[in-house]
């Protein structure tokens, strides 16, 4: 998908032509923009099942809400898939399709979707159906995700057991367990991860921790980088409070029970894992790339929509109209929408007016008012002599 890319969604009556003719109005709005601006593609929209002005107007403002609804589900359903495909910036693009092709191709081959979104049910039923999509396509990606998530953090916590340091990482391949005291009534071993610069302290202090600490009972165990691990005796009675005693003195005392094949069951649970983390990577990133798609395709229909209610608010019936996709840049979008308004400036009536040097100038703030009070404005809240919505699919 290119980078830097705008859209204009632009509807205009036919009449801006001599003719009246649809073509003719396209080769105007063409002309208007001009190929320095942007490039300007037929975008046909089907004639809906029109209700009463009252419907139209809360329709108008449930559009506006949808759309801002679906930009923000495309949006986080993008950046879920590019986390997952961590930061791949060449794989992260190519997932990114609507209907198997790319989005420029998608949006200047548009054509209404009649199979999810049958163009002859009422207007309230395809926004509702829209509603439910894009709530659902939101909910399914956060879900599969967060199960992704989960199962990675529960690999990436076993596999820390296994290659951390002493004070964290499992101890089942480390202990000898015949190092341990088991099945005793008044004695017990302690396991204590010691950092190397306090071992010195250790040996003079750990027999006095508490009373009954077995006297040179200290036996090492393993040593890494960090820490060194030592088995010492106690009676059972002062367990408790020499656990809590080596706390305090900064070392870690270390749970740990003898469990004949423990090592291979670890082994077997970071490869279970380990397999349900790749299976679910593979369902995330096909959820991801259809969600997205799903979503930009929804989004696009919610436009539209958007586009042909403002049509009829704006420009009555009988129904004729051109609507043209204009292609353009961030930075050339605004000339190119002042130089639709400078064609078109006289559609807004009293809301625009020329200065003495012939530019368009909005002039009739009270007239500007009530029609944004109406509903009738563009992207950004300023009112607009046409209909047009600006977007970005990122």
Not at 243 to 259: A, G, I, L, Q, S
Not at 315 to 341: E, I, M
Not at 343 to 368: E, I
Request: hydrophobic content about 35%.
């Amino acid at each position: 998908m290119s980078k830097g890319v705008k859209y204009l969604l632009v509807s205009l009556p036919t009449s801006i032509s001599p003719t009246n003719e649809h073509d003719e109005a396209l080769t105007a709005l063409r002309s208007a923009v001009t190929t320095d601006y942007g490039t300007v593609f037929p975008f046909a929209i089907p004639e809906f099942k029109i209700g009463t002005l009252d419907a139209l107007v809360q329709h108008a403002d449930e559009l506006a809400k949808l759309e801002g609804g679906c930009e923000v589900v495309v949006s986080k359903v993008g950046d879920s898939l590019k986390t997952i495909l961590e930061g791949d910036d060449e794989d992260f693009t190519g997932q990114k399709t609507v209907n198997d092709k790319p989005v420029e191709q998608y949006l200047k081959t548009f054509h209404w979707n009649k199979v999810k979104y049958r163009a002859d049910k009422p207007l309230g039923e395809i926004i509702d159906t829209l509603q439910k999509e894009v709530s659902s396509i939101d909910n399914d990606v956060k879900n599969k995700y967060n199960q992704y998530n989960q199962v990675q953090t529960n690999l990436a916590n076993l596999q820390k057991k296994q290659t951390g340091n002493l004070s964290n990482r499992s101890l089942t391949a480390i202990v000898n367990p015949s190092l341990i005291i088991q099945d005793s009534d008044y004695l017990e071993t302690h396991l204590v991860a010691v950092p190397k610069q306090n071992i010195k302290e250790f040996f003079k202090s750990y027999e006095t921790l508490c009373p009954m600490v077995v006297p040179r009972s200290a036996q090492l165990i393993d040593s890494d980088d960090e820490f060194t691990l030592y088995a010492v005796t106690t009676f059972k009675k002062h367990s408790q409070e020499f656990v809590h005693k080596c706390r305090e003195m900064k070392w870690t005392p270390r749970d740990f029970k003898y469990k004949e094949g423990g090592k291979e069951e670890e082994q077997k649970e970071v490869d279970r894992v380990s397999k349900d983390k790749k299976k679910l990577l593979g369902e995330a990133v096909m959820l991801g790339r259809t969600s997205w798609g799903e979503a930009v395709m929804a989004w696009v229909h919610v436009l539209a929509l958007r586009v042909f209610v403002e049509t009829v608010l704006r420009y009555g019936l009988p129904l004729r109209f051109v609507c043209g996709l204009v292609k353009t840049t961030p930075k050339l979008a605004k000339k190119a929408r002042y130089s639709l308004d400078t064609s078109y400036s006289y559609l807004g009536g009293n809301a625009f007016g020329r200065d003495k040097k012939g530019r368009v100038t909005k002039d009739d703030s009270s007239t500007s008012a009530d029609m944004q009070a109406a509903g009738h404005t563009g992207d950004g809240g300023e009112y607009s002599a046409y209909v047009c919505y600006e977007f970005e699919i990122k």
